[in-house]
């Protein structure tokens, strides 16, 4: 069928030769787009709430199966734990982190004495930016859950 577009010009430019588009070229997430995608996974308790699993004698990490890179930490009362991760979110309880690593994942003392700490609070996702290792406590009365993102997957 050959139709008239002379009466359209519009319609008529439209109607050009089909150009296809360039094969589409992978582009990373921002930091941005990612702190989102955490922070509405934090609000979504049912993709998560049956993995957590609470130990009293040490930090439990627990990766999530539908988010590669992404992870749990349940930390008891008084207990720190190494991390690297780039994002991080508070879920339940109270957490801080602080700089530095390699002190033994168990009873730790209180913040105050050497490195600074900064509180993770729920709804509000900490952005590192780069893996930077660093520490998490629990520093209230009970346990601490807090969801973790390092854009690798596999394993923390």
Known sequence: MNADLSA????????GPFVPASPAV???????RVAGDLADLAA???????LVR????APVRVALPDAPGTWLLVLPP????????????A????AVETAGQGEPEHRHPAPGAGAPHRPLRPGRV???????PHRVRAVGPGYSVTLHWNGKPGPF
């Open 44 to 50: 979504a308790p049912e993709r998560w709430w049956d």
């Open 54 to 57: 609470f130990d009293e004698r």
């Open 78 to 89: 008084g207990t720190a734990a190494d991390c690297d991760c780039r994002q991080a979110t």
């Open 26 to 32: 992978a582009v990373p997430r921002t930091d941005g």
């Open 126 to 132: 900490r952005v590192r930016g780069a893996r930077t």
């Open 91 to 94: 879920l339940a309880g109270e």
């Open 8 to 15: 359209a010009p519009e319609i008529a430019r439209l109607a």
